[in-house]
């Protein structure tokens, strides 16, 4: 069969779509910190997928509440917003209001317990998806009334965990209830189809979105993950306390070497004594797709190359 690419690729039907009233497409522009923006939520969604931002993006509140205002007056689609649900977040509750009074449908939660998160949006009928990269803390979302779970792998952006995307999605598959979307090591059509494998019924991508027009990155980050390999993608605590991946560079480097680090977080004072402290100029977040990731383009191109390549893909597994 031709492809004619200029039709938009056919649909891709899961649990997950039909979730959200019939999506084209099982993908997830996931949350990033700093990077997420109005354009790449609006042009994602737009495309058939469905973008996200974590709340944080937007401060002070005003700024958040103009966000969630432009994104509802520029698409019609579904969308989501992370809300991250620790104490440390004192925005927690007036951004999950702000998000539903909009008339948000999805919600990602990342870290602590999303139990009002999760009783809160049903109450408008949207749907609230956690961050897990274990059984246990899958199997309290659950009980807490989630409608699925983010299973976060190891090679992934962010947050990583530590577990294979091969083995995490079928674990949990056997034990929860809930749909399940793969996040961490997905950039193309092949790892949706492995995704949906393995038993995912979405995947949620955030790398390979940084190397979009769209991005809220210099362009400096968008270069450093066309030239990346895996290979260059290193775990460390020393930006937040907690272990997040990132471009190896000498920065990096300095930071890992650095022990005051250690001590000032753990004093939480954020401040350093050898090396300055990290912005995105000089640490780039970024997982292992990086070396799948070779050039810079709209998300909705992005989004449709993932479809078409993921329906090649499977045409080729069945012959
Ligand atoms: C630059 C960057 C920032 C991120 N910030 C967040 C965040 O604020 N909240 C969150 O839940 N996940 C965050 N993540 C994780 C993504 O939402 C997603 O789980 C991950 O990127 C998927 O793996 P991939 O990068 O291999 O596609 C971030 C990831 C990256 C690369």
């Known amino acids: 069969m031709v492809h004619n690419h200029t039709m938009n690729p056919k649909p891709i039907s899961t649990d997950f779509t039909k979730l959200f009233g019939g999506i084209p497409y099982p993908i997830i522009g996931a949350p990033m910190f700093l990077v997420s923006n109005v354009d790449m939520v ?24 103009e966000a969630l205002k432009q994104i509802k007056s520029r698409t019609r689609r579904p969308v989501g917003v992370n809300v991250i649900v620790n104490k ?9 209001k702000h998000a539903l009074d909009a008339g948000v449908e999805f919600f990602i939660t990342s870290l602590g317990n ?6 809160d949006a049903h109450k ?25 779970v983010i299973a976060v792998a190891s090679g992934a952006g962010g947050h990583a965990g530590p577990i294979s995307p091969f083995v995490l999605v079928p674990w949990l598959k056997k034990e929860l209830d809930i749909p399940i979307v793969l996040a961490g090591g997905v950039a193309g059509g092949e790892g949706i189809a492995a995704a949906l494998a393995l038993g995912a019924c979405a995947v949620s991508v955030g790398t390979r979105f940084i190397a979009s027009h769209e991005a809220h990155a210099d362009d400096s980050y968008k270069q450093a993950i066309l030239r990346s390999t895996p290979e260059d993608i290193v775990m460390t605590a ?3 306390g907690t272990p997040a991946s990132v471009i190896n560079n000498d920065y990096v480097r300095a930071l890992e070497n650095d022990d005051d680090r250690t001590a000032s977080l753990a004093a939480s004072t954020g401040a350093s004594a050898a090396t300055s402290r990290p912005t995105w100029q000089n640490v780039w977040s970024a997982g292992q ?30 012959t």
């Open 238 to 240: 020393k930006i937040s």
């Open 124 to 148: 408008n009928g949207a749907k609230v998806f956690c961050d897990v990269t274990n059984l246990a803390h899958a199997k309290k979302v659950q009980d807490l009334g989630a409608d699925g």
């Open 88 to 96: 440390s977040n004192l925005r927690q509750n007036e951004d999950l």
């Open 42 to 65: 609006v042009a994602v969604s737009e495309a058939g997928g469905i973008g996200t931002f974590p709340a944080l993006n937007f401060r002070p509140i005003e700024a958040y509440i």
């Open 114 to 119: 999303p139990k009002t998160v999760i009783d």
């Open 289 to 318: 797709t990086v070396g799948l990731i070779h050039d810079v383009t709209p998300c909705r191109d992005i989004v449709e190359r993932m479809a078409r390549e993921y329906h090649d893909i499977v045409d080729k597994l069945a």
